[in-house]
């Protein structure tokens, strides 16, 4: 079994915004995989499906972006589940706007919400698929920058990216995290 968790803040005030990009890739992994998004649980909504032959849970956390592991750490103790099966998706502001990083392990960097996830699992050996969001320019505020909606422009550029984490995570469940970062950690 596979646990997939784009993080986000729920609510309609944080829809498309920077912060989000977690919740769009996951809303359009389920999409892709005919699985609803309808059951609410583990501080979650969830839904669940098989993909490339494996049972998975898609997970968006309700607890807002700095408590995400709240969520998580229930899931992963509800089902037992080892952390490599665990794939978190989320906004990255040390990767470039448009680009793709996979990792299979490490720190939350200055994402709260990753911080939060390894503070209450007591680990980092899980696969995450972060989203490059860009830096903010101009000295504006980073809070107002990831709360921010994405231009026009910006909404354009990020089709692709979400396309290609999609296909990063189904590459992770079919073959594995090796295979994804060489595929898709692109320079």
């Not at 809303?27 to 649980?41: G, P, S, W």
């Not at 989203?131 to 692709?160: H, T």
Request: overall charge positive; proline content about 3%; aromatic content about 8%.
């Amino acid at each position: 079994m596979y646990v997939i968790v784009g993080l986000g803040n729920p609510g309609k005030k944080y829809a498309i915004t920077r912060h989000n990009i977690g919740f769009e890739v996951v809303d359009e992994f389920a999409r892709q995989n005919q699985i609803k998004m309808t059951k609410v649980k583990f501080k979650s909504v969830i839904g669940e499906g098989n993909v490339c032959g494996e049972k998975v849970l898609v997970v968006k956390p309700q607890t807002y972006m700095n408590l995400s592991g709240e969520a998580v750490m229930k899931i992963i103790e509800y089902y037992n589940l080892p952390l490599e099966n665990l794939i978190v998706v989320y906004d990255d502001i040390d990767v470039d706007a448009g680009k793709l990083r996979i990792r299979k392990k490490g720190s939350g960097g200055s994402h709260n919400g990753m911080r939060n996830i390894i503070y209450l699992l007591k680990q980092d050996g899980f696969p995450r698929v972060r989203v490059g969001v860009g830096r903010p320019q101009n000295g504006q505020n980073l809070a107002d920058y990831v709360l921010g909606r994405f231009s026009k422009d910006e909404q354009e550029m990020m089709i692709p990216i979400v396309k290609d984490s999609v296909s990063a995570i189904e590459t992770i469940i079919k073959d594995d995290v090796d295979l994804a970062m060489n595929r898709y950690n692109i320079k």
